[in-house]
């Protein structure tokens, strides 16, 4: 399932108190978006993964807890890492203004020029950023 080993790293450095600049639970819209996809809350995956010490034990007690099937996690899958840049900044006003702002974003963020750097989905915008911050190719 996309983003919950990612889902899982965050809740963890939540717990231990490491996140950094990282949002998490309900400041995370990503975050959300999975735990309701799962049904599951916030404070109740937080706590699992405080008793529950591998990904594959949180895996399992996932799959417990979501009454989901294959083909509705392969949907979710899909949708989820297809979310594109058009779609999170539709409220920002004309197509024009939305692409401005989202370069100077990249630009500021991550101190590249937005006309090289192809970035369609918020997929390929998590890679860029863990590259940028954690220095790997």
Known sequence: MVYLARLIDKGRAFNSQTLGEYWYGRNSGNDLQLLRFLN????????????????QEVLEWVMKQATINEEQIAEFNKKFQMVNF???????GPKERRRELFAR?????FGLDPEVVNIKTFFDLMVLSDQKIFQFP
């Open 40 to 55: 599951i809350p916030v404070d109740e995956f937080t706590e699992q993964l405080q008793k529950l010490p591998t990904d």
């Open 86 to 92: 058009e779609q999170m900044l539709s409220n920002y």
């Open 105 to 109: 974003g990249v630009v500021k963020l």
